[in-house]
């Protein structure tokens, strides 16, 4: 008997026309490092009484179907993630490279259908209606460079071969903490030690009375950008920035020799005033909780471009 093993674990994903109907073709092979998306359904004790000390046999709750996704940060692959996180881009370009431009501010998102697969068990989970909610990710001088993203799906179907048929394969061509900037005003930002960048999406369960107890939709309210970088106290440009309540922009951005860019540019950050302290004889470090608006010049708060050789998301 065949035991499951992460090691052989796929992962397909397509985006759907229909909110919670996988489509019949059109997946791609994703990279991922780790996943929890599942599906669970509680049990609810029985309240009665008058039948002993033994208790009554137990109810289903309601169906709760969301996880994380552990992705790579990559040239190709991650363009589906911010498809998911931000809507569909405006690519530019008519060969190879396109230039996506992924804009926050969109009313609706797309919902994907995401299939894990165990082929030696077999078990073959599509979930269906996902939903992205928040992703997130770390810049810091060394390590693999992954985004975890957070995902709100209507429901789990499970079967022993896969509904995806024979996904699309992507090159993989990954980004590293080595190719990474961070540069504020246009101007390179130095003695940064880690940067955080969260997005969310803050996603609005729609739970409504349903036979099958799943969910309804997920609908995006306000969103929001938040994230902390931590910086060698060098000089007073972030502190005298965060006294004076000002805003700037801050750009994060990745390019692999090759060609291939990512940048996620927040045009508008605010920073709080940290507290400084001296813990010891070494460097001392300020950390900064930033958080970002909308920018009344650009009309929106972020924008992430993403330079590749895919034609279209």
Same mark, same amino acid.
């Given at each position: 008997?065949?035991?499951?093993?992460?090691?052989? =674990?796929?992962?397909? !994903?397509?985006? #759907?026309?229909?909110?919670?109907?996988?489509?019949?073709? @059109?997946?791609? +092979?994703? &990279?991922? =490092?780790?996943?929890? !998306?599942?599906? #669970?359904?509680?049990?609810?004790?029985?309240?009665?009484? @008058?039948?002993? +000390?033994? &208790?009554? =046999?137990?109810?289903?709750?309601?169906?709760?179907a969301d996880g994380d996704v552990v992705?790579?940060?990559?040239?190709?692959?991650?363009?589906?993630?911010?498809?998911?996180?931000?809507?569909?881009?405006?690519?530019?370009?008519?060969?190879?490279?396109?230039?996506?431009?992924?804009?926050?501010?969109?009313?609706?998102l797309p919902s994907m259908s995401i299939e894990t697969g165990m082929p030696e068990v077999p078990r073959y989970a599509m979930y269906s209606g996902c939903v992205l909610d928040q992703i997130t990710w770390r810049m810091q001088r060394s390590g693999l460079l992954t985004a975890t993203a957070r995902l709100v799906a209507q429901g789990e179907t499970v079967g022993t071969t896969t509904s995806a048929g024979t996904p699309a394969a992507l090159e993989l061509k990954r980004f590293g903490h080595f190719?990474?900037?961070?540069?504020?005003?246009?101007?390179?930002?130095?003695?940064?030690?880690?940067?955080?960048?969260?997005?969310?999406?803050?996603?609005?369960?729609?739970?409504?009375?349903?036979?099958?107890g799943r969910i309804d939709g997920a609908d995006p309210s306000i969103a929001a950008l938040t994230g902390r970088i931590e910086v060698r106290f060098a000089d007073?440009?972030?502190?005298?920035?965060?006294?004076?309540?000002?805003?700037?922009?801050?750009?994060?951005?990745?390019?692999?020799?090759?060609?291939?860019?990512?940048?996620?540019?927040?045009?508008?950050?605010?920073?709080?005033?940290?507290?400084?302290?001296v813990s010891g004889p070494q460097g001392v470090q300020a950390t900064f909780d930033w958080q970002a608006a909308r920018d009344s010049v650009v009309g929106r708060m972020c924008t992430a471009t993403l330079v590749n050789d895919v034609e279209t998301y």
């Amino acid at each position: 008997m065949a035991r499951a093993q992460g090691a052989r =674990a796929l992962m397909a !994903l397509a985006f #759907e026309t229909t909110y919670g109907t996988p489509p019949a073709s @059109g997946f791609t +092979r994703m &990279p991922f =490092a780790s996943t929890s !998306l599942g599906a #669970e359904q509680p049990l609810l004790n029985s309240e009665l009484l @008058g039948y002993g +000390r033994d &208790p009554l =046999a137990p109810i289903k709750d309601a169906v709760t179907a969301d996880g994380d996704v552990v992705v790579p940060l990559d040239a190709e692959a991650f363009g589906f993630w911010l498809k998911a996180a931000f809507g569909a881009p405006t690519t530019t370009g008519v060969e190879a490279p396109y230039t996506h431009e992924f804009q926050s501010g969109s009313w609706t998102l797309p919902s994907m259908s995401i299939e894990t697969g165990m082929p030696e068990v077999p078990r073959y989970a599509m979930y269906s209606g996902c939903v992205l909610d928040q992703i997130t990710w770390r810049m810091q001088r060394s390590g693999l460079l992954t985004a975890t993203a957070r995902l709100v799906a209507q429901g789990e179907t499970v079967g022993t071969t896969t509904s995806a048929g024979t996904p699309a394969a992507l090159e993989l061509k990954r980004f590293g903490h080595f190719n990474g900037a961070i540069t504020r005003n246009g101007s390179a930002l130095g003695n940064v030690v880690s940067a955080e960048i969260t997005y969310a999406n803050n996603l609005d369960r729609i739970e409504t009375i349903r036979s099958d107890g799943r969910i309804d939709g997920a609908d995006p309210s306000i969103a929001a950008l938040t994230g902390r970088i931590e910086v060698r106290f060098a000089d007073q440009t972030l502190v005298t920035q965060a006294i004076n309540g000002e805003a700037c922009e801050m750009e994060f951005a990745y390019v692999l020799p090759s060609g291939e860019s990512f940048t996620f540019t927040v045009h508008a950050v605010y920073l709080p005033r940290p507290r400084i302290e001296v813990s010891g004889p070494q460097g001392v470090q300020a950390t900064f909780d930033w958080q970002a608006a909308r920018d009344s010049v650009v009309g929106r708060m972020c924008t992430a471009t993403l330079v590749n050789d895919v034609e279209t998301y």
